[in-house]
């Protein structure tokens, strides 16, 4: 088999030395070409080349969310096709790693390692399903490419923490939870429009869902991780299945006090519910649109103000190692 592996050296919890050994075991398996990312984009581009190279039969990333994210989008760049593209396998080094964590695989670098080599030996994988986000056309924002995500997007509240947070980030603060909580009751504070949303998802042939504040769609379950506590929006949400939405269409002190404590209890079987929450499961199809410019976000990355996306979910579209 021969390999491509894309190294994050900005992986947040392995170190240079930990990356040489992870690189060294790969290497004794398959024929192995390590490419260390360079700037943001490169393991897109990286990507993009081991699709439209006739020789690399996999591709091992090894970072974060993000570092995953941007593999992703360029493996598709020409569109899903599972039996001919690169097949994708997850070696966790980010904070949270979902993406990796939703698919079964160790939180540790150094396990997931081991139990990567231990698919391939046993030839395991699994056809999964992504989502994909584009520009709505008719609107200021239809020249926006599309792009895939591996396990969540999201429009509004949640996308505006994650934005604070690559703030602080650049200025070199840690990710850490609590780094994320403060942002969280700094976003509440300064949303304003967190009484009456500005939100409205559309999608064929069912009635609107009007006045949403937060509006998070979810590829798979769990949604986010706080530490080892799996956290819950949308349970139903599968690899397997299309894309769920949780929304919400109120974010007052009791309404954030309220949700906020369900998705803390929040299990496989009970997400956030409740006069002003709305789950959807399942949708192929559908568009959110907004009255004022809004933070959009994929796999955990700010992506900038958007007024209107068209999402889809597009079952098997990418082969994993697992």
């Avoid at 020249?143 to 999201?154: D, K, M, N």
Wanted: proline share 5%; net charge neutral.
């Amino acid at each position: 088999m021969r390999a491509l592996l894309v190294v994050n050296p900005a992986a947040t919890t392995t170190s240079a030395r930990t990356r040489d050994v992870l690189t060294h075991a790969l290497a004794s398996e398959m024929k192995l070409e390590a490419v260390t990312t360079e700037y943001r984009g490169h393991a897109r581009d990286l990507g993009r080349q081991a699709a439209d190279s006739k020789d690399i039969d996999l591709v091992v990333a090894l970072g974060g969310d993000g570092t995953v994210n941007e593999v992703v989008n360029g493996l598709l760049h020409n569109g899903p096709d599972p039996d001919r593209l690169p097949g994708l396998a997850v070696v966790p080094g980010g904070s949270t790693n979902v993406f990796a964590r939703a698919l079964g695989l160790p939180n540790d670098a150094v396990e997931a390692t081991g139990a990567l080599l231990d698919a391939l030996r046993e030839n395991r994988e699994r056809t999964v399903g992504l989502g994909v986000a584009r520009g709505t056309p008719g609107t200021e924002d239809e020249s926006v490419p599309e792009r895939w995500f591996t396990f969540c997007a999201g429009l509004g509240f949640d996308a505006g923490v994650i934005g604070r947070v690559e703030q602080q980030r650049e200025r070199g603060r840690k990710s850490t939870h609590s780094l994320y909580l403060r942002q969280v009751v700094r976003q509440f504070l300064g949303e304003a429009n967190r009484r009456h949303g500005t939100i409205t998802l559309e999608q064929p042939g069912v009635d609107p869902v009007t006045d949403l504040v937060l509006s998070i769609v979810c590829n798979t379950s769990p949604w986010t991780y706080l530490g080892n506590r799996p956290v819950y929006a949308s349970p139903k949400a599968s690899f397997d299945t299309g894309l769920d939405v949780l929304g919400l269409s109120r974010m007052s002190t009791s309404a954030v006090a309220r949700y906020g404590m369900q998705l803390l209890t929040s299990s496989p079987e009970r997400g956030p519910h409740g006069r002003h929450a709305t789950s959807l499961h399942d949708l192929t199809d559908f568009t959110l649109h907004s009255k004022v410019p809004l933070p959009l976000q994929m796999d955990g990355d700010h992506l900038g103000l958007r007024t209107s996306v068209t999402f889809t979910g597009v079952r098997r579209a990418l082969r994993v190692i697992v």
